[in-house]
């Protein structure tokens, strides 16, 4: 499906109007100013529909083939500037008749019934294909003469619905794709000494996958996410960016040494430790689409060198009590494994762990370290019909290759809610705070929650021993701006929900409400020693700013006017959001849901 495209050409009478004071002039200035690069945004399923928005339009049989055969596929969506991979991005969850989607249930997916019709939804009116620097300019003075919302749109992964905005236009940097290796960077202002070795400076639409490659074809390894479409340079590191490899490595925030943004100003500013550095420090998980328009970031690399992997899964058809006591064997021994340079992803029926540390990633033992370290609960997944996999592989490339890509290419074209929190480190230290967290556990069952879908990230930074065998260099604490809590935490425990594609309002407001209790419940859990991944939240948590940012918030906010006096950018939630605006027209997909949420929850909140 590379290369297909929505018509993007019409006729100056065709340009809607997005606000008052804008004439058909205005617009064809703006469009010439892009080099021709405005374009209407038409949602993703729209080929597939005999009606848009309530008028007549032809079916394009072919395009409607490619977009049902390639409705969750990843790629597809992330080449695409109306892609997006979670279909909160798309549809207004506050409005069910506003939306453009496909019955997501099998593949490929189904035609849209007799008389449905195609709507706008969340999807931004246009949008604009960034090439240069120009592009970005135009684009702030045109919102900034308008009074038009500007969003900011790259590969698709957003669980927040910060990528798109209904009556926006969007800014599609997915082009932006210059990779360059230095052995040895020196940030740009910085001292001849200050150099932080070798480095990969990438375009923020280059994706993840495709730096795991040019860091390989470099004998180098970079510490990154783990889809291959994230695009890595843009909102992973700008909310602070884990990844299976960060208990040795640090989060991507750790790591990145310099951006390079246009703020709302229109100026291109150079952001490190010597030139701009609170832009810096807020741009270190702050959050995207807000700050200003990242065009590239350059992150520290290591280099390549062999990984230990442990992949051990219980049948799929174990009890709901077999995955508890599967749950709570992984959280008595992830300590001990995170002190030894385990990272990774623990589930209800499954553990994908990975490992740098020479003493367990041993190529010349046979794995015997890795398989060693990892018996307890490889005991407990055969015991139980299940298998057990470890061993250590030459690369992360290899690993990456083998264990995380084939189950990452076709995730998309669902509308999947996350609810996740920071659990500190002191619970998994003895019986009582492991008993803590199970009744959290068995609480969320009460509300809906299966644990055999439990879904954990284990992979806070810098949990393991120096005495592991790798010493990383790494800035904690007020270095970067996201929540204190990551630095003293083990797990980043998520609850979520799939919400169905045909979902009524009352289903989309019973849902969320759930998340939303499981968010409070987890709150109550660690108290003010846990946080949020701001990238990975439930979008309708009450105490945002405090859950996601703590005491950081103050000091991001402060930054934010300074850079963006205007509020030029503004997404749901982000920094600068502001408790009014959630009963705006703009934000009125999410805010409809918000106050129905905050209505039935009036008693706990």
Same mark, same amino acid.
């Given at each position: ?11 100056? /009478? ?16 703006? =469009? ?20 848009? =928005?309530?008028?007549?339009? /032809? @079916? ?17 969506? /992330? ?22 989607? #496909? ?7 189904? %035609? ?27 684009? #702030? ?41 230095? %052995?040895?960077?020196?940030? %740009? ?67 990145? @040494? ?34 200003? @328009? ?21 049948? #799929? ?9 599967? +749950? ?93 929190? #920071? ?5 998994? $230290?003895?019986?009582?705070? +492991? ?6 556990? $068995? ?24 005495? /592991? ?47 939303? $209790? ?17 990238? %990975? ?14 005491? =950081?918030? @103050? ?17 749901? $939630? ?32």
């Amino acid at each position: 499906m590379r290369g297909y495209r929505f018509s993007l050409f019409w006729s100056l /009478a065709g340009f809607t109007h997005l606000g008052s004071g804008q004439t058909d002039t205005a617009w064809a200035t703006l =469009n010439v100013s892009v080099g021709g690069r405005l374009h209407a945004a038409r949602p993703f399923a729209l080929p597939c529909y005999s009606l848009y =928005n309530g008028n007549e339009v /032809a @079916v394009d049989v072919a395009a409607c083939s490619l977009v049902r055969k390639n409705y969750t596929t990843n790629s597809v969506r /992330a080449d695409m500037p109306e892609g997006y991979m979670n279909l909160q991005g798309e549809i207004c969850l506050g409005s069910p008749l506003e939306q453009c989607t #496909l019955n997501n249930a099998a593949i490929p997916a189904a %035609e849209p019934g007799p008389g449905a019709s195609c709507n706008q939804g969340s999807v931004p009116s246009y949008y604009i294909v960034v090439e240069e620097i120009g592009d970005i300019r135009a684009a #702030l003075n045109f919102s900034r003469e308008y009074r038009l919302p500007l969003t900011i749109k790259n590969s698709g992964h957003d669980y927040m619905t910060r990528n798109s905005q209904k009556g926006s236009i969007a800014l599609w940097v997915h082009k932006l794709q210059s990779l360059v290796f230095h %052995e040895n960077f020196v940030p %740009e202002g910085c001292a001849a000494d200050i150099d932080v070795g070798r480095a990969i400076t990438a375009g923020t639409g280059v994706s993840t996958g495709d730096l795991y490659n040019f860091a390989y074809e470099h004998e180098s390894m970079f510490i990154g996410g783990y889809s291959a479409t994230v695009a890595a340079s843009g909102g992973w590191v700008l909310g602070g960016g884990h990844s299976v490899l960060s208990p040795v490595y640090g989060l991507g925030a750790d790591r990145v @040494v310099q951006f390079r943004i246009v703020t709302p100003d229109g100026i291109v500013r150079i952001a490190n430790k010597c030139r701009h550095p609170e832009l810096f420090w807020a741009l270190r998980g702050g959050g995207g689409g807000t700050f200003g @328009v990242v065009l590239d970031a350059t992150h520290r690399v290591e280099v390549s060198m062999p990984i230990a992997v442990a992949d051990i899964r219980l049948p #799929l058809n174990v009890s709901a009590e077999t995955s508890l006591e599967w +749950i709570g064997l992984m959280a008595r021994n992830s300590l001990t494994w995170g002190k030894e340079g385990w990272g990774g992803h623990a589930a209800g029926v499954y553990l994908t762990y990975m490992n740098p540390t020479p003493t367990i990633a041993n190529l010349t033992d046979g794995g015997i370290a890795a398989r060693a370290s990892m018996s307890v609960v490889a005991e407990f997944a055969v015991s139980v019909g299940g298998t057990s996999v470890v061993e250590v592989l030459p690369s992360f490339l290899d690993v990456w290759n083998k264990y995380v890509l084939p189950g990452a290419l076709t995730t998309a074209g669902v509308t999947r809610v996350l609810a996740t929190r #920071l659990v500190p480190r002191s619970f998994f $230290k003895d019986d009582d705070g +492991i008993s803590k967290l199970m009744n959290f556990m $068995k609480a969320a069952q009460s509300l809906g929650f299966d644990p055999r879908n439990f879904y954990c990230p284990v992979d806070t930074p810098f949990v393991a021993d120096s005495a /592991a065998g790798l010493k990383a260099t790494h800035e904690t604490g007020v270095e970067t701006s996201v929540h204190s809590a990551w630095y003293n935490s083990l797990w980043d425990i998520s609850t979520s929900l799939t919400i169905a594609w045909n979902a009524s309002y009352e289903e989309r407001l019973q849902n969320m409400t759930a998340v939303t $209790k499981a968010t409070l419940l987890a709150e109550k859990l660690t108290g003010t020693y846990g946080g949020t991944y701001t990238n %990975e939240a439930n979008p309708f948590t009450p105490n945002w700013r405090q859950s996601w940012w703590g005491d =950081n918030y @103050v000091h991001l906010l402060n930054i934010k006017r300074k850079y963006d006096p205007e509020g030029l950018l503004k997404c749901w $939630k982000c920094v600068g959001f502001e408790d009014a605006d959630i009963s705006t027209e703009r934000f009125s997909c999410q805010g409809k849901l918000q106050l129905d949420i905050d209505r039935d929850l009036a008693d706990i909140i």
